[in-house]
């Protein structure tokens, strides 16, 4: 059995995995993932009891039961960057034997659900409401760098956003997109009522969404380009930054992955939510109801 080096998987003094300071003890096997740390404790709040809270950097996590079921939420950070670690250290505690260094013979499966937030392109994506994420282009490099399954509708997705973006912006501008669809057994279970949707996973915030304030954008008409998008009578809906990776990487190592997003814009109408905080609670309690099903 391959024993994995201590600089590929760094353990900590006390055997806990490097960023997130966790043991595998430490995990549920269904797992919230939160962008935003403070949004860590928003969630844990509906728990009825929370045996653990862990934390380092950006990586918050809270770990108790709900109705009985375990639960975990860690907190992601921005950005993809962040998602490879995560997904990768949160691999480590269920799959690899952490004394031995060696690959688990038996590999668990868990259950990732993103509650972030996002802003819609699509005139009609409500501010306030709550997408799911069908699938998700990466236009950030992540799942450049992994061996993973793509069927081949999701490489025709994938070329067909890729060849509209060189068009507009030219071969050399460096936006590779991937695509990667949501576990499908997630999404059937826990998605229906809600408008679903292919998400963008930005490699920024600002020009990479479209955005322009101060520092000149090179991507005009971006939101423009990803509206009009259209693939087999499906559209882009929504702009975040994590998604496609979570996916990506779920799929890569053999977990089940679904995304949420709070929609806070609309980048159509110019239109912010006047009360975030009070809609992300709402959609918390709302989410958290339907993960209890599973
Ligand atoms: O609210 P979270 O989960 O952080 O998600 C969104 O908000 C952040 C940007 O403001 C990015 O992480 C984006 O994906
Ligand atoms: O427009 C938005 C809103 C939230 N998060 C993003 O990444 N983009």
Known sequence: MNSISPTDLILNE???????NLLPQDVADTIITVGDPDRVPAVSRHFDTIELKKGKREFITHTG??????????????????????????DALVNIDLNTRSVKPSLQSLNIIRIGTSGGVQP?????????????FGLDPLMHYYKYDATEEESKFRYALADIL??????DHGIHPYYVSAGQSLLQKLGGGLTQGITITAPGFYAPQGRQVRAEANTAGFVDRVQSFEHQGHRITNLEMETAGIY??????????????????????NVFSNRPGEIMDNAIISILE???TL
């Open 290 to 292: 339907r993960i209890l």
């Open 14 to 20: 006390d055997g806990s995995v490097y960023h997130l």
């Open 248 to 269: 990506g990487m779920a799929r890569a190592l053999g977990h089940q992955a679904l995304s949420f997003n709070v929609i806070l814009a609309n980048r159509a109408t």
């Open 65 to 90: 039961t709900m109705r009985g079921k375990r639960l975990t939420v860690v907190s992601t950070g921005i950005g993809t960057d962040n998602i490879d670690i995560v997904l990768n250290e949160l």
């Open 124 to 136: 009609e994506v409500e501010v306030d409401s709550i997408l799911v994420s069908s699938a998700a």
């Open 166 to 171: 060189h068009a507009a912006y030219g071969d």
